[in-house]
């Protein structure tokens, strides 16, 4: 039931809040430690690991791009994100100290399943995070953690993004934590972040008019681009996947530090550039993204901007600012993905597209 929502695809973005916290529950025993019991995968298993390769597609494959960026930084194993339709025909180099984490909100994409399938014919140890409760893709991996939610049924994923996103930033955690890298109060204070995230993400979705407003302006343009750095990346490449997918108008994300090397010949009078920016703190990295926003701006460019509310460098390069509330770097993509996905959403609905059955596309991926 679409519960009063005239989407599906829009009730589970509004849904989000609530599918964060059930992934995030139980995760947490009573001396601050993080547990992680569903996994069946023991400690001296996961001590031995020297690398990591996240597997997946599309949307589950940016949250796998997030999850290098936290798992490499919270555990210094080296970890590999790879498109599951590309993984098995490059003879891939791993061995049974690899571990195989595949991501899949359906637990039925076909090339994800021959990912798993090629990685423990080489005896690697697979993990899959999953939505989708006995579904192929968990039933052939070695462990699983599920994410919880709840049915996702627009074709458009959305909250099945955002609670990959905690599943992976709860493994990598929980593989620090294995591994003596962070000890206690690291974790809980990440934890305790982690905690007030569905908060978090509750007042993107409260600020929903500016951004509708928005998606009724630009219903004419034919090209939108994304721009973000390091998480912000993929953040970007997943608010172009929303729209290309919604839309059905020429979207790209771009890592902002390559703008120079190519797409900024893309930039034209007019064109709707959107642009994460790293919260305050980074500011090496943000002072970078800020200056990007002044290039394409000189160029003409309708920039959006999603930066932190009180980042006065951003806001006066921006010509729509879109608040970020203030989060680690890491976890900014749980918040800054919200406002992109009401976008898409929105400006699809104004086209009068059908949300919820884009056309071409299918909820489960079975065939190659
Ligand atoms: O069920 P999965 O997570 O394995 O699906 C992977 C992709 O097919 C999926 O994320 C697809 O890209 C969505 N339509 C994106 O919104």
Request: proline fraction near 5%.
């Amino acid at each position: 039931q679409k519960q009063g929502f005239d989407w599906f695809m829009r009730k589970e973005i509004f849904e989000q809040p609530k599918a964060v916290a059930d992934t995030l529950l139980g995760r947490l025993n009573d001396k601050g430690e993080l547990t992680l019991d569903e996994l069946r995968m023991s400690p001296e298993l996961l001590r031995r690991v020297n690398k990591i390769v996240v597997v997946a597609c599309g949307t589950a494959f940016y949250a796998g791009l997030v999850a290098k960026y936290a798992i490499e930084h919270w555990t210094r194993i080296p970890c590999e994100v790879e498109l599951a339709s590309e993984f098995r025909y490059r003879d891939p180099i791993i061995d049974p100290m690899t571990l195989v984490v595949t991501i899949s909100q359906s637990g039925e994409t076909a090339d994800t399943l021959m990912a798993i399938r090629h990685a423990r014919e080489q005896h690697a140890k697979v993990i899959a995070i999953c939505n989708t409760n006995g579904a192929t893709i968990p039933r052939e991996s070695d462990a699983v953690i599920y994410t919880h939610a709840g049915p996702e049924i627009g074709v458009a994923s959305t909250k099945g993004f955002t609670t990959q996103l905690v599943a992976c930033y709860l493994l990598g955690l929980y593989l620090a934590q294995v591994r003596g890298m962070k000890y206690g109060d690291e974790i809980a204070a990440l934890l305790s972040e982690l905690e007030r995230m569905p908060e978090a993400i509750q007042r993107m979705l409260d600020a929903k008019a500016s951004v509708y407003d928005l998606a009724a302006d630009l219903v004419d343009a034919n090209s939108v681009l994304f721009l973000g750095r390091h998480v912000g990346y993929p953040s970007a490449l997943e608010g172009a996947l929303k729209l290309k997918e919604l839309a059905y108008i020429h979207a790209e994300g771009f890592a902002a530090g390559e703008l120079k090397h190519g797409p900024i010949a893309l930039i034209s009078e007019n064109l709707p550039v959107f642009v994460v920016v790293p919260p305050k703190g980074r500011d090496q990295l943000r002072d970078k993204v800020i200056s990007n926003i002044a290039e394409v701006r000189a160029r003409g460019a309708r920039t959006i901007v999603l930066a932190e509310a009180d980042d006065e460098e951003a806001g006066a390069v921006a010509e729509t600012l879109i608040e970020l509330p203030k989060v680690s770097t890491l976890l900014q993509p749980l918040v800054a993905i919200i406002p992109l996905q009401l976008f898409a959403c929105e400006l699809a609905t104004v086209k009068g597209h059908d949300v919820d059955q884009p056309r071409n596309l299918a909820k489960s991926v079975t065939v190659e």
